[in-house]
């Protein structure tokens, strides 16, 4: 399995409070990806990177901000969490020689 | 912009019997990659398989096979032998170049004893 670590694995906040979720690779991968999963719409796109520093928005962006200061680490950050992100967030990482995302084990995250 | 589209929101299939999940796609890249990807209750993505888009032949893995038809940007997976442990979540994906990825809506498939 590759090695992703997603933390916490479980979270409730309340409205109105900053939250950060933290993923962690040991694959020294380029890329690195936060999705939210919620039913009928699969998983969407947040924010991904594609090297140290540099990051760009996903399909649904808004609310949401994100760090990469080492390539192991891909921070996402809810600014001021609302009900709307009650969700299942997953990390994923790739490489350019390994054409596949690798998923970590998912947080869900309830806000209240 | 890129779309994939699982028109079939739940499914079952008799145990050991086949079943066949579609997925079409949207895309002006010529070059990509396509996935299956499962997701079991344990809510791990676990890839199912791969086809390369410049690759004619279709992908197998076992019980697991794919109906890649690049003209009509359609991508189905056949599971064959279906068994109690393919109950899940199917999600077909796509990659760009950038290794940029898309997901489907997703396919609930229920495998009935």
């Known amino acids: 399995d590759a090695g992703i670590t997603q933390s916490p694995r479980h979270k409730v906040t309340e409205t109105g409070t900053p939250v950060t979720l933290r993923c962690h690779q040991t694959?020294?991968?380029?890329?690195m990806y936060w999705y939210r999963q919620d039913p009928g719409h699969g998983l969407r796109l947040i924010h991904y990177s594609y090297g140290v520093k540099d990051t760009d928005k996903g399909e649904v962006s808004d609310g949401y901000s994100v760090s990469r200061s080492k390539t192991e680490d891909f921070l996402l950050t809810l600014e001021s969490a609302t009900s709307s992100q009650t969700s299942v967030y997953f990390c994923?990482?790739?490489?350019?020689?390994?054409?596949?995302?690798?998923f970590g084990q998912g947080t869900r995250l309830t806000v209240v | 912009a890129q779309t994939v589209t699982q028109s079939q929101p739940e499914m079952s299939v008799q145990e050991a019997e086949t079943v066949t999940l579609s997925c079409t796609y949207d895309?002006?890249?010529?070059?990509?990659?396509l996935f299956w990807y499962k997701q079991p209750p344990s809510r791990q993505m676990i890839l199912v398989i791969r086809?390369?888009?410049?690759?004619?032949q279709n992908a197998t893995e076992n019980r697991f096979s794919v109906n890649f038809q690049k003209a009509a940007k359609s991508f189905s997976l056949k599971i064959s032998d279906s068994q109690l442990g393919d109950t899940a979540m199917y999600f077909c994906a796509f990659m760009k170049p950038s290794n940029q990825f898309y997901f489907g809506t997703g396919t609930s498939l229920t495998v009935i004893p």
């Open positions: 694959e020294n991968h380029r890329y």
């Open positions: 895309t002006s890249e010529n070059n990509y990659y």
């Open positions: 086809q390369e888009a410049y690759k004619q």
């Open positions: 994923a990482i790739s490489d350019d020689r390994a054409a596949e995302a690798f």
